[in-house]
Structure formats: structure tokens, C-alpha cells
């Protein structure tokens, strides 16, 4: 019988942010893949998780993943973990669910932290509806054609972004999606949590010295206002009030419709037709 492959939320942050049964899930394993040993390490440590680890980051995952795969058909099982938050997820493990899907073998997922989710909330943007959208890409033309492909993207947008990145990207942001509003978020869960929410030009001006992984929440762009439109003269209005109320069955009805039309308040719009009412 296989094993099964575990896919284990970590801590963003915070070491204390893990779950119960994922503490248990990691002592119970045979092996843990992590992304980075050294650093998975430090968790095991602070939680007395002795469970032996390899690793599988982006640069060796295509050549490891075959011999987990064959270890999780022999039997055993094992845990996969990124650096901080959920894997997969803008980190490497893909091509390692995909050949023991493919295999037949149980893939479970074990939910937990994820920055994504928790700068969404923090934000107080739009969350019933958003699209998450990774890292920009590095080149800075093929950035700028990331960002102008999300521009008319109305739904709140969420991306990571390096420190040594921020402030450029931001720059093309800008310039592919006005002026909007942002929710950056810095070292979540961590001692010096940070998270500003201004407008894209303000972070631009702000940032002086970028310091670790950013999330970033673009709140959705301002509902654009027609313009209201320019009165006709007093006997067109005047036809078109007749005909509204003979529509609406009700001069007032008739005339709030009418100054919410031409962008007035009732009161300027009875001035308007008084002459001719």
C-alpha cells in the first residue's frame, strides 16, 4: 500500500503559528521535502520535531520528484513544506503533486497560514472576491505587459514582490493602473508587522529602504461617474417632463428622475421647468 504525500502549512512568521495536527503530521512522517533545510530546521527545533529532511526547492525538484515519488509507493509517507505558508502556492512542490497524483497516491493538504489570506483581511479591501497573481516578472518590459494585461482586472488583485523590486514595480503600476489604492504588507506576523494602506504614488515616495517579502493588496479602482448631461432647452425639457410622468404616473417621481439625469438636485431641476411646468 502507498503512502501518502502530506502538504503542510507553515508558519509566515510567527514559529507559534502552526497547527496541532500538523505538529503531529511531521513527527509521524517518514521524510519531510523541504525548500530550504536550514531553515525548516529552525521550526522542527522549536516544536522537538527530530523526522529527517531533503531537499526539494525550484533548481532540483524536477530531478527528486520521480525518487519521492517511488519512496510514497513503497510505503512511506511524506511531508512537503515550503519556507513560510501554504506550498505550492508561489513556491516549488507542483511537479512533485502532479507525478504522485499521477501515481495514484493520497495527497493530502493540511491548511494553515498563508500571507495571502492574511494581508486580504488585514487590508480591508473587497475580499469577497479576488485574484491572486504571484510574483510580477522580473524583466521590466515583461512587467509592464503583467501589468497592463490586470488592468481591467476590477477585482482586488494580491501579488509578492522582493525588496530590491517594490519601489520600480510599483513605478509601472502606477503607470498601467492609475493612481489606486494599495495595502502593502510587510513582516505579517512577525515583531515588526507592517501594513500601510495609500495610495500607489504615496508607497512610491515612502519606501526608502525595502526590507523583506511584500504582499501587496490592490484594492479594486474607483467606479468611474458619467458625466451628467447638458440641459436642453426649456421646450425639450418641458416634452420630456410630460413624458416622463405620463411614464411614471407621478410629477414628483418624474422630476427626481430627471435631476438625477442631468445631474441635479431636485430642487435646481424644478427651477429648471418651473417656467414651463
Keep these: ?3 501518502t504525500l502530506y502538504l503542510v502549512a507553515t508558519p509566515i512568521g510567527n514559529l507559534e503559528d502552526i497547527t496541532l495536527r500538523a505538529i503531529r503530521i511531521l513527527g509521524d512522517v517518514d521524510l519531510i521535502a523541504a525548500e530550504d533545510t536550514r531553515h525548516t530546521a529552525k521550526l522542527l527545533r522549536h516544536h522537538g520535531i527530530s523526522t529527517k529532511t531533503t531537499s526539494l526547492h525550484e533548481h532540483n525538484e524536477r ?7 517511488a ?3 513503497e510505503g512511506s509517507s511524506i511531508a512537503l513544506l515550503s519556507d513560510a505558508g501554504t506550498p505550492v502556492v508561489s513556491d516549488p512542490g507542483l511537479v512533485l ?6 501515481a495514484q497516491v493520497q495527497v493530502v493538504p493540511l491548511p494553515g497560514p498563508s500571507a495571502v489570506i492574511a494581508a486580504l483581511v488585514a487590508s480591508g479591501a473587497p475580499s ?3 485574484t491572486f497573481v504571484g510574483f510580477p516578472p522580473r524583466r521590466s518590459n515583461d512587467r509592464k505587459k503583467w501589468c497592463l494585461d490586470l488592468a481591467p482586472e476590477t477585482r482586488t488583485l494580491i501579488f509578492f514582490e522582493s525588496p530590491h523590486r517594490i519601489r520600480a514595480t510599483l513605478r509601472i503600476a502606477r503607470d498601467c493602473w492609475g493612481d489606486r489604492r ?3 504588507c510587510r513582516e505579517l506576523t512577525k515583531i515588526h508587522e507592517e501594513l500601510v494602506t495609500r495610495p500607489i504614488s504615496e508607497h512610491i515616495n515612502t519606501i526608502t529602504s525595502p526590507r523583506g517579502e511584500y504582499t501587496c493588496v490592490v484594492w479594486p479602482p474607483l467606479p468611474s461617474v458619467p458625466a451628467p448631461l447638458a440641459l436642453p432647452t426649456h421646450a425639450i425639457l418641458q416634452d420630456e417632463f410630460s413624458q416622463t410622468t405620463e411614464k411614471v404616473g407621478s410629477r414628483r417621481t418624474a422630476l427626481k428622475a430627471m435631476a ?3 445631474g441635479l438636485s431636485t430642487r435646481d431641476m424644478y427651477t429648471e421647468l418651473h417656467e414651463s411646468i
Design 1 to 3: 500500500m502507498s503512502g
Design 63 to 69: 530531478q527528486k520528484s520521480p525518487g519521492l515519488v
Design 71 to 73: 519512496r510514497l509507493l
Design 97 to 102: 503533486v502532479r507525478q504522485a497524483l499521477d
Design 128 to 130: 469577497h472576491s479576488f
Design 182 to 184: 494599495v495595502s502593502i
Design 260 to 262: 438625477k439625469k442631468y
